[in-house]
């Protein structure tokens, strides 16, 4: 028997460039309905979104470029606000973040050599991977460690709910080093802490990015059944 809920979370995964196809405004709003019935704790629901397209998504785009390429130094790129990814890496999760950016670049034919196709790629990011809808999210700086599980469950709902809508995903943790351009465009305060980004759209199935597939682990090798 199919499982709609099951089969959304199997075909979930990060899309990195889409079609220039607008999101239906219905759709967006039910995507967002749908992740505010996220839990947190006590019911804080400490989440807050905020949805750039058009001309909005496009300024962003321009400064976030010329930071990165330091074409107008006045547009300092801004240090993360936490760490992401650890220190030192260690297995397995070294040998799985490198098979994962070794196919994407497979995928792509870029050669491991090739610095300046590998920085081109990761400058798409910026480019919201040509998704026509972008999503920041934030919490307030003010709340404590056991908020960043209750925006991570939040923020998969949104990724999980795209694929309810035919819609498909990229999270992008990228965006947090732009979190002072975001900010002030946004108007977004600085008790707000920048947790990701999203782009958001309707996948370009043409792309060779896009036939990547990571290899995700068994159930029973990170699961302990006690009776």
């Known amino acids: 028997m199919s499982n709609p809920v099951h089969d959304a979370i199997m075909s979930r995964r990060s899309v990195r460039k889409f079609l220039d ?6 759709a967006l709003r039910r995507i967002l309905q749908g992740a505010g019935m ?15 397209r058009g001309a909005m998504k496009q300024r962003i ?4 470029l010329a930071s990165a390429s330091g ?19 260690f297995e397995p999760y070294l040998g799985r973040r490198r ?28 480019k919201f991977f040509d998704a026509p809808v972008g999503m920041f999210i934030t919490f307030s700086r003010r709340m404590a460690v056991g908020t960043f599980m ?7 709902n949104i990724l999980i709910g795209a694929r309810g809508e035919g819609l498909h995903s990229c999270g992008q943790v990228a965006w947090c080093n732009f979190h002072g351009i975001i900010r002030e465009e946004l108007g977004i305060d600085d008790d707000q802490l920048m947790a990701c980004g999203i782009s958001l759209g309707f996948e370009d199935t ?5 036939t990547l597939r990571v290899e995700k682990a068994p159930v ?6 006690h009776d």
């Open 21 to 26: 196809k607008d999101v239906p405004e219905d």
């Open 38 to 52: 996220a839990p947190s704790g006590h019911n804080t629901q400490p989440w807050q979104v905020h949805v750039v």
């Open 61 to 64: 785009t321009e400064k976030a």
């Open 71 to 89: 074409e107008v130094t006045s547009l300092k790129t801004s240090d993360p606000e936490f760490e992401y990814y650890p220190t030192e890496w």
């Open 99 to 126: 098979a994962t950016g070794f196919g994407l670049y497979e995928a792509l034919g870029i050669g491991r050599e090739d610095k300046q196709r590998r920085s081109d790629q990761m400058l798409r990011n910026f």
């Open 150 to 156: 209750d925006v991570g469950m939040f923020i998969e």
């Open 206 to 210: 043409d792309a060779p990015e896009n």
């Open 220 to 225: 029973d090798e990170w699961t302990t059944f």
